[in-house]
């Protein structure tokens, strides 16, 4: 099963398309207005949580945007956004263990709510196959880079707004959790 819902992954495609169809732009200036449009009438998204979403794709450096008035925004989809053509298959879904390790911990902690209960049994079950070590029930840790994987599952799972990634350098206890990880 492919993410096809993913509102970060649609708006950049929507981006891309509207990025890619700049010679057609010149001949009509409202294409790209009328994709993002599309992308917001179709999706039946808020304004709120658009603006949220931009600015989940700006913090990752996917994009650029500014409010230019109380009915337009300025989007300027950088290099990265470009190549960034994350389709994972969620039964696939793999952290990168071959590179070297930065020194650095990925923390993910989350607080789903009991009415998302079977999204949150998924997600856990799903951190342990990545192979992330649980510390407590809804925090686990591993020294791999994650984000992008961890912003998919979210996605995919409908719990983005429930989960909190943190990147830290030391803790007590982290000898223990080398010699666990082969680092």
Known sequence: MRIKNSKTRQLLKYLAIGSGVVILSLLSPALPHQLLKSYIRNKKIQRRRFLEDLK?????????????????????LKK???????IYDIDEIKLDKNKKWDGRWR???????????TARDVFRKKLKELEFYQLQKSVYLT????ENEIDFICEFFKVRNHVLLLTISKFEGSEKLKHYFDL
């Open 56 to 76: 989940r794709l700006q913090r990752r450096d996917l994009i650029d945007y500014q409010l230019l008035d109380n009915e337009r925004i300025k989007i300027i």
């Open 80 to 86: 990265e956004g470009r190549e960034k053509t994350l």
């Open 143 to 146: 020294p791999y880079d994650c």
């Open 107 to 117: 923390l993910i902690m989350f607080d789903i709510p009991i009415r998302k209960k």
